[in-house]
């Protein structure tokens, strides 16, 4: 289908081409996270998931980001001359990125114990977590919650998923976080104080999540796998979603 799900012009298009009804794209990646709640009727409801990273590695990936690509809207060249303490002293920085985009608040907004609230309730209520230092068990867990097998060719869609593991993709490599107690590391944590603790109750969550599939065996995508691309192919039944529910 012809949709950007990434834009606001692309979900009120998704809308009215009725995406959500079309069973035609079984998933939908978007940073839009209040507008895309629109496009789901209450006939065709959504499940999300997302992978979460430590807030203060993301702060410093997206400074040694910003500061080569020049390809997006956030380049600032002024930041390929700062250090990372310069930045987090800077009108620049990141403040608590992903408590403002859970409340729905911008950098204007001064933040407190509601807006983490907030955020909590929701990542609790909605959010089927994920942790970027836990990918193998996140990408596990999102195999069997959501019923994905392979069904194209096993062994080379294994092989893929091992390289995805052991090599990531689109991935930025940086130095690491400034020493715990210096002055770039307090000045950067300052800055991202909510979303740490954001942070540690996600952690949190993702231990008792795991109650979701723990009577799903491991291997979870190889079970009863089909192969398109086989001579000759099998194909998963047409009649049967298998989906366990929480």
């Known amino acids: ?35 895309v709640e629109d496009i789901f009727p209450s006939t065709h409801k959504g499940r999300m998931f997302t992978i979460f990273r430590n807030p203060m590695e993301r702060a410093m990936s997206m400074f040694f980001y910003i500061q080569v690509a020049d390809w997006e809207a956030s380049y600032n060249p002024l930041l390929a001359k700062m250090s990372i303490e310069e930045y987090a002293k800077s009108p620049y920085v990141e403040n608590n990125w992903m408590v403002r985009k859970l409340s729905n608040v911008d950098k204007t907004v001064k933040l407190s114990d509601d807006h983490l609230q907030v955020a909590m309730d929701i990542v609790r209520r909605k959010i089927l977590v994920g942790l970027l230092t836990k990918k193998e068990e996140s990408l596990d867990r999102f195999e069997k919650f959501f019923g994905w097998k392979f069904k194209v060719k096993p062994d080379n869609q294994e092989l893929c998923r091992t390289v995805l593991m052991d090599q990531g993709a689109n991935s930025n490599v940086h130095d690491d976080l400034p020493d715990e107690g210096s002055d770039a590391y307090n000045a950067l944590l300052f800055h991202n104080r909510w979303d740490m603790l954001l942070y540690d109750y996600i952690e949190d969550l993702f231990m008792l999540q795991e109650a979701f599939v723990s009577h799903l065996p491991d291997g979870y995508r190889l079970l009863d796998a089909t192969c398109a691309k086989c001579i000759p192919p099998t194909f998963p039944p047409m009649n049967t979603m298998e989906i366990p529910v929480s």
Request: proline residues 3%; hydrophobic residues 45%; negative net charge.
């Open 1 to 35: 289908m012809n949709v950007d799900t990434t834009s606001s012009e692309g979900l009120v298009r998704a809308k009215t081409m009725r995406l959500a009804e079309s069973h035609l794209a079984e998933l939908i990646v978007t940073p839009l996270f209040y507008e």
